[in-house]
């Protein structure tokens, strides 16, 4: 077998379970992968020596039942793992070993799969491109100087450049679905309440969601039916039916209603995504599903709901990184100077803008004006998607309204950044599920995604719709590997 | 609406994030921009509307109190910036 790291999760299971690799064989190909693509910059900790002590522990006693049978895994450097650093990308946890594990990861090694390492993410997953991280931004595989997109950057990028067989993500507003878009891969937002959130680095909790990576549709229904389980550690996990969505998964979605919102054609849309999103509907339509325009009028009031809903949490997430019990310390002449040395010092720029938002619109005199109001605006986000799915299964956009963009071009304008999760931010203040899938290329051959939306709960429903657009859209990614030394 | 450096002053004291003269103005700036972009909630009449704390439609659920977690001083000690044999050392409060 000479090229391991190229097989897709499906694949690489099924050699490892036909005895044709062995966990410790299958292990040391993406060892040796990420070794030479330093380049990239995707991981903040390499755990590769351990990781080959348990490919070969695995090795001496296989058990082919299990789902991830000695698969090497790469994840997000914002989930706990025990006795593994943990950074959430920030200097503030530059030096932080967990004494627990996060429920979702738990779940993976539960199913046999191998910890290779923690993957480089935006500082506390607040970014778009990779770049606000304390370790040095995220190269994209796709071409040079160009960002994967965030806050899951180190995940996509180390997903298409095959230096992990899967990945998972974390995604607030849009950082799972983006950077999958972006990188060229299929990447899920599973329902609010679906994947436990114990053991996840809190960004904004009533948002924050983990969620599988993958190269197709298959692996990332997969990884999804290991990763979604209830967990009474998180009190907003939610006990509902668990599909076994792999074994579940169809591309018959004949008589299906598709939702297409007029409101998402928005200004200055590049023709390529318009482009893509009319080829997106015509492969729906040959797959036998129907066509519906409906209307999602608060769509634009999203984004500045977000970003003072998010801010809000965040300010008081991040209260708890004050030098004392973890983390890092500043020197100060008393306690008051201590902490706030240590958070003006241990927090990038990006992190204490948005601190500042969120006790801004917390403060006294300020509250029901913008935090009241946002709450309030969510409310009628998530009432125009109930009435939609009283008509449609469920609904299809663009993910993004651009192709991934250069290194450096959006850090000097916060707002042209948080632009690009403007397709992404509804979908999380109304806790529905999500899935991006790669539709096409754009001109200069990058990328472009195309966005499913489900009701709560409905994972099923829109895995199937990607399943059979993937079939259609047969997408190949247009990778060299002009970083590999 | 416009926030001032006076106003910096006193986000950067509720947060306590100490921010120096020299980039509280590009700060103001970018603030400034954001709630630009924020004021736009103001266009939408929302005297009725219920607010939307959780999309998570449970009620929390009650556990009873038990500890479950074996003794692991040592290791969470261990991630302290400063501490000594049994505590968390910070810097003098009481004279």
Redesign the interface.
């Known amino acids: 077998m000479t090229n391991i790291t190229s097989l897709t999760l499906s694949e690489l299971v099924k050699n490892i379970k036909d005895k044709k690799l062995s966990s410790e064989e299958t292990t040391k190909a993406y060892i040796e992968r990420g070794e030479k693509s330093q380049d990239l910059n995707t991981y903040i900790t390499e755990d590769f020596s351990n990781a080959l002590k348990k490919s070969k522990i695995f090795d001496q006693k296989p058990n082919f039942d299990l789902k991830l049978p000695g698969v090497p895994i790469a994840v997000k450097d914002l989930f706990c793992t025990n006795g593994v650093k943990t950074t959430a990308g920030s200097k503030m946890l530059n030096n932080f070993i967990p004494t627990y594990e996060s429920t979702v990861t738990q779940n993976i090694w539960n199913e046999g799969a191998i910890l290779l390492g923690k993957l480089n993410c935006d500082e506390f997953a607040m970014g778009s491109s990779n770049e606000t991280s304390f370790f040095g931004n995220v190269q994209s595989p796709i071409d040079k100087d160009l960002v994967p997109g965030g806050s899951s950057g180190g995940s996509a990028s180390a997903l298409a450049a095959n230096l992990t067989p899967i990945t998972i993500g974390t995604d607030t507003g849009g950082s799972i679905r983006q950077p999958a878009s972006f990188t060229g891969t299929v990447g899920l937002k599973p329902t609010y309440g679906s994947c436990s959130r114990y053991g996840i680095v809190a960004f904004a909790s009533s948002l924050d969601q983990a969620g599988p990576m993958s190269k197709n549709v298959k692996d990332c229904a997969l990884l999804q039916e290991v990763i979604s389980t209830y967990d009474e550690k998180d009190s907003t996990s939610i006990n509902f039916k668990r599909n076994e969505y792999s074994k579940e998964l169809t591309n018959n979605i004949k008589g299906m209603k598709i939702g297409i919102p007029k409101e998402y054609r928005v200004d200055g849309m590049p023709k390529e995504i318009e482009d893509l999103w009319s080829k997106g509907i015509e492969y729906i339509k040959d797959c036998g599903a129907e066509i519906i325009e409906i209307t999602l009028p608060h769509t634009n009031y999203a984004l500045p709901t977000y970003y003072i809903v998010a801010p809000a949490e965040a300010s008081s997430n991040l209260a708890r990184y004050d030098g004392v019990k973890y983390g890092f310390r500043s020197k100060g002449e008393n306690l008051i100077d201590m902490y706030e040395r240590t958070r003006s010092e241990g927090f990038g720029s990006e992190v204490q803008r948005r601190i500042m938002i969120g006790t801004y619109v917390l403060s006294s005199g300020y509250y029901d004006a913008y935090y009241l109001k946002a709450q309030k605006v969510r409310k009628l986000i998530k009432n125009d998607f109930d009435d939609a799915y009283k008509k449609v299964d469920a609904i299809l956009t663009p993910s993004t309204p651009s192709a991934a963009f250069k290194i450096g071009e959006k850090t000097n304008d916060p707002i042209s950044m948080y632009l690009n999760d403007i397709f992404t931010v509804p979908v999380n203040l109304a806790g529905l599920p999500a899935i991006s899938i790669p539709a096409g290329l754009d001109a200069k051959g990058y990328p472009l995604g195309l966005q499913i939306i489900g009701k709560a709960f409905d994972e099923q429903k829109i895995l199937n719709i990607a399943y059979a657009m993937e079939e259609k859209i047969q997408f190949k990614n247009n990778i060299t590997d002009w970083w590999i030394k | 609406m416009t926030?001032d450096l006076k106003?910096?002053k006193?986000?950067?004291k509720?947060?306590?994030?100490?921010?120096e003269d020299s980039k509280a103005k590009k700060?103001a700036g970018?603030?400034n921009?954001?709630?630009d972009?924020?004021?736009?909630?103001?266009?939408?009449d929302?005297e009725n509307?219920?607010?939307?704390?959780?999309?998570?439609e449970?009620t929390?659920?009650l556990?009873s109190d038990e500890v479950k977690s074996e003794n692991?001083r040592e290791?969470?000690l261990?991630?302290?910036?400063?501490e000594n044999e049994d505590f968390?050392v910070?810097?003098?409060?009481v004279e």
């Open positions: 926030i106003t910096i006193h986000i950067s509720l947060s306590r994030i100490s921010v700060l970018d603030l921009s954001i709630f972009f924020i004021e736009k909630l103001n266009e939408l929302t509307i219920e607010p939307l704390t959780s999309v998570a449970i929390l659920k556990r692991i290791q969470i261990k991630n302290s910036p400063d968390f910070v810097p003098r409060v």
